[in-house]
T-cell receptor
Framework: DAKTTQPNSMESNEEEPVHLPCNHS???????IHWYRQLPSQGPEYVIH???SNVNNRMASLAIAEDRKSSTLILHRATLRDAAVYYC????????????FGTGTRLTVIP | DGGITQSPKYLFRKEGQNVTLSCEQN?????MYWYRQDPGQGLRLIYY???????QKGDIAEGYSVSREKKESFPLTVTSAQKNPTAFYLC??????????????FGSGTQLSVL
């Protein structure tokens, strides 16, 4: 199975940048890397996704290692509303279930 | 606004009872999914549907059933055969099934508890 490994928890000070790491050493060439976040008692929310190149959007940036075995989600200025569980997910090119969710990283933002 | 609506937000099941969780989307998406989330764990796939009148079992389908009679609706029934139903249930959709570069849209979830 394609899997991801993330730290269980991280802390950040408000208005500081946050780097959330993810390892995916079994990734294949056509697998996309997706990030979602989930607030308590809510469904996950899409953050960003990429294949090989670094990606930016209004929410975050995604830095993908050259060998694609790891990636980092970057929140440029953490706010209290960014406190959530962040999931790094591989969207695998084949198989009936191509969505592999791990346990995620719980981000705490300190005022 | 387009999105996915799950209801109810909270649901209680008595012993031996079947309960149905509603999921409706107005995104015109073909594919819909049901996930189960247990505390401190990731999401596990229960059932998915690629298109109307078609659905397949996911990793943990035992004790659950679904139907897909309309494109916008994908209800999940938790049957009495599911012995440990207490969990947070999430419905999701994508425009096309197995499109790896496409994002998932999730509902806000239903918390099911056993009385």
């Amino acid at each position: 199975d394609a899997k991801t490994t993330q730290p269980n928890s991280m802390e950040s000070n408000e208005e500081e940048p946050v780097h959330l790491p993810c390892n995916h050493s079994t990734i294949s060439g056509t697998d996309y890397i997706h990030w979602y976040r989930q607030l308590p008692s809510q469904g996950p929310e899409y953050v960003i996704h990429g294949l090989t190149s670094n990606v930016n959007n209004r929410m975050a940036s995604l830095a993908i290692a050259e060998d694609r075995k790891s990636s980092t989600l970057i929140l440029h200025r953490a706010t209290l509303r960014d406190a959530a569980v962040y999931y790094c997910i591989l969207r695998v090119g084949t198989g009936a279930n191509n969505l592999f969710f791990g346990t995620g990283t719980r981000l705490t933002v300190i005022p | 606004d387009g999105g996915i609506t799950q209801s109810p937000k909270y649901l209680f099941r008595k012993e031996g009872q079947n309960v149905t969780l509603s999921c409706e989307q107005n995104l015109n998406h073909d594919a819909m999914y049901w996930y189960r989330q247990d505390p401190g764990q990731g999401l596990r796939l229960i059932y998915y549907s690629q298109i109307v009148n078609d659905f397949q079992k996911g990793d943990i389908a035992e004790g659950y059933s679904v139907s897909r009679e309309k494109k916008e609706s994908f209800p999940l029934t938790v049957t009495s055969a599911q012995k440990n139903p207490t969990a947070f249930y999430l419905c999701a959709s994508t425009m096309v099934y197995l499109a790896t570069n496409e994002k998932l849209f999730f509902g806000s979830g239903t918390q099911l508890s056993v009385l």
